[in-house]
């Protein structure tokens, strides 16, 4: 078993910035993929960002240049940097990952439990 567990959320004004964390613990051999998405009242979840074990990174068209995935290895945590932050950037933001649990190829799935994020003055 595999658990994500967010943080860094919280109230910012318009114009600011967060870094929202995604650590992953349990049984992990190794780092497959991990994203971001958010989802604000009333609206889907959408995808925000994503990486893969090689490094190679998604955005959603609207958000590229004002957020920036990354990851540390070795801590098999995401993070996920967001600036110029505007009103409409307001969710509760989920990480999601996929890890192999062992050296046979075996993959575990799932979801954090969100972190809340208000962009308002």
């Known amino acids: 078993q595999v658990q994500l567990v967010e943080s860094g959320g919280g109230l910012v004004q318009p114009g600011g910035s967060l870094r929202l964390s995604c650590a992953a613990s349990?049984?992990?051999?190794?780092?497959?993929?991990m994203a971001w998405h958010r989802q604000a009242p009333g609206k889907e979840r959408e995808l925000v960002a994503g990486i893969t074990n090689d490094g190679s990174t998604n955005y959603a068209d609207s958000l590229k240049g004002r957020f920036t995935i990354s990851r540390d290895n070795a801590k098999n945590t995401v993070y996920l940097q967001m600036d110029s932050l505007k009103p409409e950037d307001t969710a509760v933001y989920y990480c999601?990952?996929?890890?192999?649990?062992?050296?046979?190829?075996?993959?575990?799935w799932g979801w954090g439990q969100g972190t809340q994020v208000t962009v308002s003055s």
């Open positions: 349990g049984r992990i051999f190794s780092f497959k993929a």
């Open positions: 999601e990952g996929e890890f192999f649990i062992d050296e046979v190829g075996s993959t575990w």
